[in-house]
């Protein structure tokens, strides 16, 4: 679905929404194709500049948006997140959880404790820690969504090194308690899970079209890896009515990556 497209279909009509790692890659995707489905967004990322960018693109596509520059593995950023939303829309709709770490395929011997930490603190923490920030809201008003960017790495190894696989399998399992506990309280949990998407974490590995890495990301039925919008795309559908009998799914969009 094109922006034109979306802001045709306006499935986001006045809804609000609150997309992290907003500044680039497949945030910044999800902020400007749910701005252009209707949504009021809020953009949010450590990238102060780049939350400037697409606030900026968002308003010159007729949308209306709000960027807060953010460190969501702190607590007092979360806070802060969610008081400015209220503060400037009343409340909360949609949670996009989509903000996250890699660890650049380094092996588990490799693996420091502190590089550990850091991608748990991103990956998970970070998303458990806003979803529950947000929740109180939802379940007030009787209907929120969640979705949340996990990866292919949420079903199988090779996507990256032990501590993204593992956050990522964290981050689906996550998932699918929200909606377990929560489903029947108007709350919708769903996870879109990706394969290779060219953003600025995979451009330098993705660089060389006869290397290794590229040639199986690209021997897929897809025959190409993705681009943030492919991913933007299922995100918005999960997050709109149309997928209203969704609860806890993993969405693979991985180019046919999993159907050997």
């Known amino acids: 679905m094109t922006l034109e497209t979306a802001r045709a279909a306006a499935v986001l009509k006045d809804r609000i929404a609150i997309i992290t790692g907003a500044a680039s890659g497949i945030g910044r995707a999800q902020a400007r194709l749910y701005a252009a489905a209707g949504a009021r967004v809020v953009a949010v990322d450590r990238n102060a500049e780049g939350v400037a960018e697409v606030i900026a693109e968002i308003a010159s596509e007729g949308g209306e948006s709000l960027g807060i520059a953010a460190d969501l593995t702190r607590p007092d950023d979360i806070a802060r997140v969610v008081a400015g939303t209220i503060a400037k829309f009343g409340r909360i709709d949609i949670l996009g959880n989509t903000a996250g770490l890699h660890d650049g ?114 021997a897929v039925p897809a025959g190409r890896y993705a681009q943030p919008d492919d991913i933007a795309e299922v995100a918005l559908f999960l997050a709109s009515d149309a997928a209203g009998f969704m609860h806890g799914a993993g969405v693979l969009v991985d180019g046919g990556l999993t159907v050997r």
Not at 112 to 139: C, H, K, Q, Y
Not at 147 to 162: E, H, R, T
Request: glycine share 10%.
């Open 105 to 218: 395929y380094i092996r588990s011997l490799e693996t420091s404790d502190e590089i550990w930490d850091r991608v748990f603190a991103v990956n998970v923490t970070a998303v458990f820690r806003l979803t529950n920030a947000v929740l109180p809201g939802m379940l007030a008003q009787g209907h929120g969504v969640i979705v949340n960017v996990a990866s292919v790495s949420s079903f199988i190894a090779g996507g990256g090194g032990p501590a993204y696989t593992a956050s990522k399998h964290a981050v689906l399992g996550y998932t699918r308690q929200i909606a377990h506990e929560y489903g029947r309280k108007g709350i919708r949990a769903n996870a879109v899970c990706p394969g290779m998407v060219e953003t600025g974490m995979t451009r330098d590995v993705l660089a060389d079209p006869a290397s290794r890495m590229v040639k199986a990301v690209t």
